[in-house]
């Protein structure tokens, strides 16, 4: 009796992707089918009050806006940080280099504690800008830059290694060929690193909408003015309405899904064009 056995390129392919399949199980799949799950409990009627309340559709709007805002402002201004890391040389590059990290390495609670103490009343930063009629700290700016501090590492270090990769041959040409370095930058190095600043903006966004720790002490948690939707979701679980919990964590689930959809759509589009020009 002859057995057949089919073989891989790829050494322990079968374990791998059980192991793979095993981990997305119990880490992703699970978890999130048991938030649609614990949500049909409700009824309609309930979910849709539970998810339309004008205090829950007021920290929607702050934390979708805010959270979109401070992708949009790191996108910039990652990219700016990027190209100075890569292009120039300066003294205390490694040092600057290394504090880009400090958001990852910092505990969240830590660096909103940190946010806080800089842009009160009697902070560093805040007690010049309180004269000036810019109050941050406790308000939606303060959730704004919170956003913005805990997301720009994800596009410096997601646009970096593209921009080293790409060769200085390129941008000879394009300037032996007549290119200003307007042309050069929009024609030839914007639309390889585009694909790239997408994944950093997405990474950013969606790390800034589950964002909790650094955002609550600087955010001051006002109902209707300054409330974020995780902590509305924390506040239902330990009110035991695990059912209105879920229902929150399925609307953003669903609404982070599409939003994160349209961007990768955007990011192939990029490719795409990049790719047949």
Not at 133 to 141: C, D, L, Q, Y
Not at 172 to 197: D, S, V
Not at 244 to 258: H, R, Y
Request: aromatic share 14%; hydrophobic share 60%.
């Amino acid at each position: 009796m002859s057995t057949f056995k089919q073989h891989s390129i790829l050494p322990g392919f079968n374990l791998a992707l059980g192991f793979t399949l095993l981990y997305l199980s119990l880490i992703v799949l699970i978890p999130l089918s048991a938030a649609f799950i614990r949500t049909t409990e409700l009824t309609w009627q309930e979910f849709w009050f539970a998810v339309t309340t004008p205090r829950v559709l007021a920290s929607y709007r702050l934390t979708f806006g805010a959270a979109f805002a401070a992708a949009l402002v790191n996108a910039v201004f990652g990219l700016l940080v990027a190209w100075v890391l890569v292009r120039y040389r300066f003294p205390g590059k490694k040092l600057i280099d290394a504090l880009v990290d400090l958001p990852f390495a910092l505990p969240t609670a830590v660096a909103g504690i940190a946010l806080t103490a800089l842009y009160a009343g009697n902070g560093w930063i805040g007690q010049y800008l309180e004269p000036l009629g810019i109050k941050v700290a406790f308000t939606p700016i303060g959730v704004f830059v919170a956003l913005t501090f805990i997301g720009l590492p994800f596009v410096v270090r997601t646009v970096q290694p593209v921009l080293e990769d790409i060769e200085a041959e390129l941008e000879e040409a394009a300037a032996m060929l007549g290119a200003n370095r307007f042309q050069t930058f929009t024609r030839i190095i914007f639309p390889t690193i585009f694909p790239a600043l997408m994944t950093g903006f997405a990474l950013a966004f969606a790390r800034a909408i589950g964002e909790y720790g650094s955002v609550i002490f600087i955010a001051g948690n006002m109902p209707m003015v300054s409330e974020i939707t995780p902590l509305l979701i924390i506040t239902k679980l330990e009110q035991y309405d695990y059912a209105g919990a879920t229902a929150l964590a399925v609307v953003m689930l669903v609404i982070s899904f599409i939003l994160l959809l349209v961007i990768n759509l955007l990011q192939w589009w990029g490719r795409r064009r990049g790719a047949l020009a």
